[in-house]
């Protein structure tokens, strides 16, 4: 691997054997095609919507329904084969919906690069498309282009280029051609330019050093790919729990039919129909341990929370990603456009012994100027407002309005774009500037870093604005500016401009210094060391790109909900500490730890920095993903957010990536497992908040829905050890599981929210996902269940003849009312039902109302008849609702009075 930035010009077009001035020639460019490939991004090859289809077969609880539909059939069971495997395939479906929506981050990678080049072959400028550069082409870079490759700059007039999305970096970066160190990170690599990066200044010569998949952004495509997705907490736990709940029910099963092979063989009855029979009461065991309807009534209630999520600005592409954020512990949080405005803009001017604070967000022209806290009106600072006129006319950006999103946007570099804008706060606006016309100019280069404008004023006088670093600019200044008045500059002022300068430095802002020099007409030579000289020092400008006013609020709404926000920007050491302190992500410089340090770090000392650390900067895309390993690594349900294309691979690489929707690259949007549409720091705990309630209410519905198999797993063992007829068949379990239990799980999903959410820690990842208590109540609910249900079986028996028909229709209907009624205290693990309200869940309300619908309609009507009960009068009706309560009662007695007390919260 070579590194370009390191290499002298000389080295490069030896190595490539190419020549800055002739380029390449027609017969070496096809040879280098054959050789290197296209200049373009590869995709690895997709998985077929067919092998999406057969991997949701992979599960083991649908194993295990495939094996029990099987069986059904083998044995003449057809209908409750086909309805299980109508379920299985529905689930399927679900789940290549949702896989289906696939990745796009490489299209929108691609899209990202220049369509055409300004390229030098056989000595001649031709225009070629992008996709066919070869390393050794010499490029032309002009303002406006995309960089078509990665290139080592050769040649540069006033180059900057806007490396944002790559680097992380604010202000647009300039470049040059001398030779850097080996270790310079991404972000100062100052002769290289990046594939799909933007010239937004001057121009520019370039060597192509790599393409496709060998560039930085190719790099990240190939990081994009590679990556495995991982499974989120809920899944992995659901996936553990169903594995558990099989093994349970193939052991029941195999128990109670060697038991009945065992009892046949012992009494002599052994037979084929004695098999059969055994074999169906197994099959309705593994149905009713099953709870089928758990995978569906999870997606569905997960895709309500996504449909409320998008009501409040935070678009959710993968289901599970919602129950993600409920459980994340750590928010990496890149910097730039994200936490911060990713506008540059002017918050300090000095001017003489006068410091003014600038209020107003990013490029928006309204604000004020406070001096020592009070408003100032301009025309009373002469120096001051002479300061913003020249930040004004020594500029070439351009402010504008944007009539269709109403948002004021730059048009050029940051940093002037800051410039223009604090001067308009004072009014001067681009009409007013018409009356200064420039006449000529002395353009800003790295070596002097100045640039001089000059314009006709009132007087028809020229005046020549000078803006620049403050220790290139002072050094020619000879007069300073005081209540509008030169006069020679002494050690005093000197030292006080210096200091003023170095304090606004400490605070991280990005300084310029304004000065002038007056002329009678435009000189002849305009050679800068004789213009730039002799110059009335006006005052300094102190600018930053500022957080976003909401998000500290947002950040201390995560620190006191137990979550850790950590910063991971490109930007400056400096630059980061100043902003993360502002927002109360860091209170020391101890917490900081910069790109190259990573590098240095073993990945055992990365482990433990990562405990501590809540600033990384100056990182590349490799160092995030590090940062993000070390902390997975530690235990921690990591979320990372970002805007940038360097953000995408540890967007990817994080429990959940989570893309800004406004300043977001169609790279990072694609990755991103969520998209806040609003740009809000705020809205991503909004998110967690809702993650966190619908991760509480999935608990609620698989505590209701496991309370309910489990008793009728123990109506079917219990009817066996005691000797009795099974009081439930096979294709009634199924309607009970997958129908009439499905609609008060769904209303459970959609239970509002328990109070203080979000003063809690998050749970941990390890954390059972039924808790000591719960379990504890749905032994008692099943086991109570179990048994009304077989004393109205018995009931059944004993007040109709022994009609087999009659009492399996008591067990039938008793348990499904038995499961309306116990839904309403699934509610709550800890508050009483009549606490919460009886009827105050309108949808568990109309969820219970459809299974009272859809009970009566599988006992009257043709249904029944499928369903192998009598219709029941109004007698039985009445046993049977006289039955149903009782397991509502016992589990209500036991939250009154056992309920451990700390959880009563």
Request: proline content about 4%; aromatic content about 6%.
């Given at each position: 691997?070579?590194?370009w930035?390191?290499?002298?010009?000389?080295?490069?077009?030896?190595?490539?054997?190419?020549?800055?001035?002739?380029?390449?020639?027609?017969?070496?460019?096809?040879?280098?095609q054959s050789?290197?490939?296209?200049?373009?991004?590869?995709?690895?090859?997709k998985e077929?919507?067919?092998?999406?289809?057969?991997?949701?077969?992979?599960?083991?609880?649908?194993?295990?329904?495939?094996?029990?539909?099987?069986?059904?059939?083998?044995?003449?069971?057809?209908?409750?084969a086909?309805?299980?495997?109508?379920?299985?395939?529905?689930?399927a479906?679900?789940?290549?919906?949702?896989?289906?929506?696939?990745?796009?981050?490489?299209?929108?990678?691609?899209?990202?690069?220049?369509?055409?080049?300004?390229?030098?072959?056989?000595?001649?400028?031709?225009?070629?498309?992008?996709?066919?550069?070869?390393?050794?082409?010499?490029v032309?870079?002009?303002?406006?282009?995309?960089?078509p490759?990665?290139i080592?700059?050769?040649?540069?007039?006033?180059?900057?280029?806007?490396?944002?999305?790559?680097?992380?970096?604010?202000?647009?970066?300039?470049?040059d051609?001398?030779t850097?160190?080996?270790?310079?990170p991404l972000?100062?690599?100052h002769n290289?330019?990046?594939?799909?990066?933007?010239?937004?200044y001057?121009r520019?010569?370039?060597?192509?050093?790599?393409?496709?998949?060998?560039?930085?952004?190719?790099?990240i495509?190939?990081?994009?790919?590679?990556?495995?997705?991982?499974?989120?907490?809920?899944?992995k736990?659901?996936?553990?729990?169903?594995?558990?709940?099989?093994v349970?029910g193939?052991?029941?099963?195999?128990?109670?039919?060697?038991?009945?092979?065992?009892?046949?063989?012992?009494?002599?009855?052994?037979?084929?129909?004695?098999?059969?029979?055994?074999?169906?009461?197994?099959?309705?065991?593994?149905?009713?341990?099953?709870?089928?309807?758990?995978?569906?009534?999870?997606?569905?209630?997960?895709?309500?929370?996504?449909?409320?999520?998008?009501?409040?600005?935070?678009?959710?592409?993968?289901?599970?990603?919602?129950?993600?954020?409920?459980s994340?512990?750590?928010?990496?949080?890149?910097?730039?456009?994200?936490?911060?405005?990713?506008?540059?803009?002017?918050v300090?001017?000095?001017?003489?012994?006068?410091?003014?604070e600038?209020?107003?967000?990013?490029?928006?022209?309204?604000g004020?100027f406070?001096?020592?806290?009070?408003?100032?009106?301009?025309?009373?600072?002469?120096?001051?407002?002479l300061?913003?006129?020249?930040?004004?006319?020594?500029?070439d950006?351009?402010?504008?309005?944007?009539?269709?999103?109403?948002?004021?946007?730059?048009?050029?570099?940051?940093?002037?774009?800051?410039?223009l804008?604090?001067?308009?706060?004072?009014?001067?606006?681009?009409?007013?500037?018409?009356?200064?016309?420039?006449?000529?100019?002395?353009?800003?280069d790295?070596?002097?870093?100045?640039?001089?404008t000059?314009?006709?004023?009132?007087?028809?006088?020229?005046?020549?604005?000078?803006?620049?670093?403050?220790?290139?600019?002072?050094?020619?200044?000879?007069?300073?500016?005081?209540?509008?008045?030169?006069?020679?500059?002494?050690?005093?002022?000197?030292?006080?401009?210096?200091?003023a300068?170095?304090?606004?430095?400490?605070?991280?802002l990005?300084?310029?210094?304004?000065a002038f020099?007056?002329?009678?007409?435009?000189?002849n030579?305009?050679?800068?060391?004789?213009?730039?000289?002799?110059?009335?020092?006006?005052?300094?400008?102190?600018?930053?790109?500022p957080?976003?006013?909401?998000?500290?609020?947002?950040?201390?709404?995560?620190i006191?909900?137990?979550?850790?926000?950590?910063?991971?920007?490109?930007?400056?050491?400096?630059?980061?500490f100043?902003?993360?302190?502002?927002?109360?992500?860091?209170?020391?410089?101890?917490?900081?730890?910069?790109?190259?340090?990573?590098?240095?770090?073993?990945?055992?000392?990365?482990q433990?920095?990562?405990?501590y650390?809540?600033?990384?900067?100056?990182?590349?895309?490799?160092?995030?993903?590090?940062?993000?390993?070390a902390?997975?690594?530690?235990g921690?349900?990591?979320?990372?957010?970002?805007?940038?294309?360097?953000d995408?691979?540890?967007?990817?690489?994080?429990?959940?990536?989570?893309?800004?929707?406004?300043?977001g690259?169609?790279?990072t949007?694609?990755?991103?497992?969520m998209?806040?549409?609003?740009?809000?720091?705020?809205?991503?705990?909004?998110?967690?908040?809702?993650?966190?309630?619908?991760?509480?209410?999935?608990?609620?519905?698989?505590?209701?829905?496991?309370?309910?198999?489990?008793?009728?797993?123990?109506?079917i063992f219990?009817?066996?050890?005691?000797?009795?007829?099974?009081?439930?068949?096979?294709?009634?379990l199924?309607?009970?599981?997958?129908?009439?239990?499905?609609?008060?799980?769904?209303a459970?999903?959609v239970?509002?929210?328990?109070?203080?959410?979000?003063?809690?820690?998050?749970?941990k990842?390890?954390e059972?996902?039924?808790?000591?208590?719960?379990?504890?109540?749905?032994?008692?609910?099943?086991?109570?269940?179990?048994?009304?249900?077989l004393a109205?079986?018995?009931?059944?028996?004993?007040?109709?003849n022994?009609?087999l028909s009659?009492?399996?229709?008591?067990?039938?209907?008793?348990?499904?009312?038995?499961?309306?009624?116990?839904?309403?205290?699934?509610?709550?693990?800890?508050?009483?039902?009549?606490?919460?309200?009886?009827?105050?869940?309108?949808?568990?309300?109309?969820?219970?109302?459809?299974?009272?619908?859809?009970?009566?309609l599988?006992?009257?009507?043709?249904?029944?008849?499928?369903?192998?009960?009598?219709?029941?009068?109004?007698?039985?009706?009445?046993?049977?609702?006289?039955?149903?309560?009782?397991?509502?009662?016992?589990?209500?007695?036991?939250?009154?009075?056992?309920?451990?007390?700390?959880?009563?919260?």
């Open positions: 691997m070579k590194f930035h390191q290499l002298s010009i000389e080295q490069i077009t030896t190595d490539l054997s190419t020549d800055v001035l002739k380029g390449l020639g027609h017969e070496e460019t096809i040879l280098r050789q290197y490939g296209f200049n373009e991004l590869t995709e690895k090859n077929s919507l067919l092998r999406k289809f057969i991997n949701q077969f992979k599960d083991f609880l649908v194993l295990i329904l495939l094996a029990a539909s099987v069986i059904s059939l083998l044995i003449g069971e057809i209908t409750d086909f309805v299980i495997i109508a379920i299985v395939i529905l689930n479906s679900l789940g290549v919906f949702q896989e289906a929506k696939a990745e796009k981050a490489l299209e929108a990678l691609k899209r990202m690069s220049a369509p055409s080049s300004k390229t030098i072959r056989d000595g001649n400028l031709i225009l070629i498309p992008s996709r066919e550069l070869v390393p050794g082409d010499v032309i870079l002009e303002a406006g282009d995309y960089i490759a990665d080592r700059i050769v040649e540069t007039a006033n180059l900057k280029v806007e490396e944002a999305s790559l680097t992380g970096e604010s202000a647009a970066v300039e470049k051609h001398a850097l160190r080996n270790d310079a972000g100062d690599r290289i330019g990046f594939m799909g990066t933007v010239v937004t001057g520019g010569k370039g060597i192509v050093v790599a393409t496709g998949m060998e560039t930085e952004i190719g790099k495509a190939t990081m994009i790919q590679t990556l495995e997705e991982d499974s989120t907490p809920l899944q736990k659901l996936k553990e729990f169903g594995k558990l709940l099989g349970l193939i052991a029941i099963c195999a128990v109670v039919f060697l038991v009945g092979i065992y009892n046949g063989y012992r009494a002599g009855t052994l037979d084929f129909q004695l098999i059969q029979s055994m074999l169906m009461i197994s099959i309705s065991l593994a149905v009713a341990a099953i709870p089928e309807g758990l995978p569906t009534v999870v997606t569905i209630v997960l895709a309500l929370g996504m449909q409320r999520m998008a009501k409040k600005n935070a678009i959710v592409k993968k289901l599970h990603a919602v129950e993600t954020l409920g994340t512990t750590i928010i990496c949080s890149d910097k730039t456009g994200t936490l911060t405005q990713n506008q540059m803009t002017v300090k001017t000095v001017t003489g012994a006068k410091t003014f600038v209020t107003g967000k990013g490029y928006k022209p309204e004020e406070l001096l020592e806290g009070a408003k100032i009106t301009i025309d009373m600072e002469k120096d001051l407002d300061l913003l006129l020249g930040a004004a006319l020594c500029n950006a351009q402010l504008k309005l944007s009539l269709e999103t109403q948002t004021w946007n730059i048009i050029g570099d940051p940093t002037e774009g800051a410039l804008t604090v001067a308009a706060k004072a009014g001067k606006v681009k009409d007013d500037l018409k009356a200064y016309p420039r006449v000529a100019e002395i353009p800003f790295s070596a002097r870093k100045m640039m001089t000059f314009h006709t004023m009132a007087n028809h006088e020229v005046m020549a604005f000078t803006k620049g670093a403050p220790d290139m600019l002072l050094k020619n200044c000879t007069q300073v500016l005081s209540h509008g008045t030169a006069r020679s500059m002494t050690e005093e002022d000197n030292r006080t401009i210096q200091e300068n170095q304090a606004m430095s400490s605070q991280a990005r300084v310029l210094a304004i020099r007056e002329f009678n007409q435009v000189p030579d305009l050679n800068p060391s004789t213009v730039e000289r002799e110059m009335t020092f006006i005052g300094l400008l102190g600018m930053i790109d957080a976003r006013p909401e998000a500290k609020e947002a950040v201390n709404v995560c006191s909900a137990g979550i850790r926000p950590i910063m991971i920007t490109g930007d400056h050491p400096g630059t980061a100043a902003i993360a302190k502002d927002l109360g992500i860091a209170t020391n410089e101890d917490q900081v730890i910069a790109g190259q340090d990573v590098n240095n770090l073993s990945k055992e000392q990365l433990e920095s990562v405990k650390a809540t600033v990384f900067a100056r990182v590349s895309p490799e160092h995030k993903m590090s940062i993000i390993d902390l997975r690594i530690n921690e349900v990591v979320a990372m957010t970002g805007d940038g294309v360097n995408a691979p540890a967007l990817k690489k994080a429990h959940i990536g989570i893309a800004m929707g406004i300043t690259t169609d790279v949007k694609e990755a991103a497992d998209i806040v549409s609003d740009d809000n720091f705020a809205t991503i705990v909004t998110a967690v908040e809702e993650g966190r309630v619908i991760f509480a209410n999935i608990r609620k519905f698989i505590f209701f829905l496991l309370s309910c198999n489990a008793s009728e797993v123990l109506v219990l009817a066996m050890i005691l000797g009795w007829p099974i009081p439930l068949l096979a294709i009634q199924l309607w009970i599981n997958l129908v009439t239990d499905a609609f008060p799980a769904l459970l999903g239970e509002k929210k328990e109070p203080n959410m979000m003063e809690s820690p998050p749970r990842p390890d059972p996902l039924l808790s000591q208590n719960m379990i504890i109540m749905i032994a008692i609910q099943s086991i109570v269940m179990a048994a009304t249900v109205a079986f018995k009931y059944g028996l004993h007040t109709h022994d009609d009659v009492a399996r229709t008591f067990a039938f209907v008793t348990l499904i009312l038995s499961q309306i009624i116990c839904a309403y205290s699934a509610r709550s693990e800890y508050y009483s039902t009549f606490k919460l309200g009886f009827f105050s869940n309108k949808y568990l309300n109309l969820g219970a109302g459809l299974s009272f619908i859809l009970l009566l599988s006992v009257y009507g043709p249904l029944h008849i499928i369903f192998k009960t009598i219709e029941p009068g109004i007698p039985e009706l009445v046993a049977m609702a006289l039955f149903a309560p009782i397991p509502f009662i016992a589990t209500e007695i036991y939250k009154l009075f056992f309920t451990p007390p700390k959880s009563r919260r």
